[in-house]
């Protein structure tokens, strides 16, 4: 049997059905993990350039259907569709960062001895992929999540299978089709279906990449390291936002909106704690206020009528009124908002104050349209509070000095930060996206590193000049030649006056004999 069945998706905008999909079991993904397995070695063996020819077509693609994918992540998503129609053109941008550079972040490298005597041998290092790499997805960018991982591994070689979340399945559906509609070879797999799909890729493949929440990255960290396989894991976020005294108080705001309300607060780097230092509180939580109430919410088409659209499950919207509710009755004051609203999955975009360190709201992640507003003396309590908490994925820093900004963005504990800006380190692929503490291991893009983290590195060691009869401290054991070799590490690697002096000791020790006639052992 090779699926179970059905899962039913649904627009949770209003309830209607708008596909299905195949519930893969185990024997379907190990089928088709066998097949891009076999068929891996001869995309590998197309060279850098050869696979950015079927990348660069699939970029054609990718722009040829831009609307009509757009309209597949709105009906199984529930965005307005401002906030959908973002993720085709970010992935047309990641296809051509890849293309543009992956021959030069894989070219082989050739480091320079660390002593003189490594000069007898030529070094080089290079990097061959893993041949599948496993890439599972969450339901909040069906279409992005999916390439910002896809095309740096194909791009290093490797084969892929894809296995997004049972939520929003048809966007990356469409991925599969698109690549199979250019005639591309056939080393992009996606494979649909619950938990037990995705257990079976884990445990099939060569390297895993997930992006998901911590409880299951946990989990999926467990069982690679069981295996002896490696992963790189992009999980939960709680970020701050530090808005400091000297900041542009509206733009502040503007961008805190921004970042803590995109894809109705559903992303991995939403903010979702804001401390404010006490001069510029007052204004600054009024600009918030005015600019959050002139949002406008509820089911888009393609008309961009609407700014916050709905979540994409009931669970997570109930994760979001648990977390208002908890501080509510802790003493924070809900300015705005504070419950669900309309048919559907729509919680109302929420403003609060008053809120402290011992409620849900600002200790687990929200991952919903809330944003928790904390008054601070100065940098100093900002940069504490920022930094408690078990998460660690980004920041952000609000300020008229950016000198100032950059000194508070060195303090925090987060994988990124930016300053006077929301979301700039995820559209900046030279540098890296990935978590500290909690928030994950490893990170993607980065430049270079984005794309060998998918390749096996190989060190290839071969002899510069001719060959002697016998290297130095090649067998039979020779006195003479041992001394000569370590006397010259040495001298080498001494300092100062012990270059020599302790090169001359050793060689006394190894030919003064002991009394008795034993020598030293």
Known sequence: MTHRGEIEVRNPADGKLVGAVPDNAAAAVSEAIRRLRARQPEWEDLGVRGRAKWLLRYQDWLIDNAAR????????????????????????????????????????????????????KRLVTRYRPYPVIGIITPWNLPLLNPCMD?????????????????????????????????????????????????RAVVGAVDYVQFTGSTRTGRQIAAACGEALIPYSLELGGKDPAIVLSGADIDRAAAGVIYGGLFNSGQACISVERIYVEEPVYDRFVASLVAQVRRLRQGNDGRGFRFDIGAMATSAQRDIVQRHVDDAVARGARI???????????????????????????????TFGPLLPVIKVADEDEAVRLANDSVYGLSAT?????????????????????????????????AVPMGGWKRSGIGARFGGAAGIRKYCRQQAI????????????????????????????????DGRGRRRFAAASAAALRQTEPLRGGRRPR
């Open 150 to 198: 896809a095309f740096a591994a194909l791009m290093a070689g490797a084969a892929i299978v894809v296995k997004p979340s049972e939520v929003t399945p048809l966007s990356a559906v469409e991925l599969g089709r698109g690549w199979a509609e250019i005639g591309a070879p056939p080393v992009f797999s996606v494979l649909t279906g619950g938990p037990d799909t995705g």
């Open 397 to 429: 820093v609000w300020t008229g000095d950016i000198r100032r900004g950059e000194r508070v963005a060195r303090r925090l504990e987060v994988g990124a930060v930016n300053i006077n800006d929301a979301f700039a380190n995820m559209v900046n692929f």
């Open 335 to 365: 300015l705005l908002g504070g419950k669900a609203s309309g048919t559907g999955t729509f919680f109302e975009p929420t403003v609060l104050v008053d809120v402290d360190h011992s409620m849900t709201c600002l200790r687990e992640e």
């Open 461 to 492: 060691v071969s002899p510069r000049g001719p060959l002697l009869k016998r290297e130095p401290l090649w067998y039979p054991a020779s006195k003479a030649r041992f001394r000569a070799v370590t006397t010259l590490m040495r001298a080498f």
């Open 69 to 120: 994918l757009t309209d597949v992540v709105q009906s199984e998503t529930g965005k307005s569709r401002c906030d959908a129609e973002i993720e085709a053109p970010a992935a047309i941008d990641l296809v051509k960062y890849w293309a543009r550079h992956a021959a030069a972040f894989l070219a082989d490298e050739r480091p320079t001895p660390h002593s003189p005597i490594g000069l007898t």
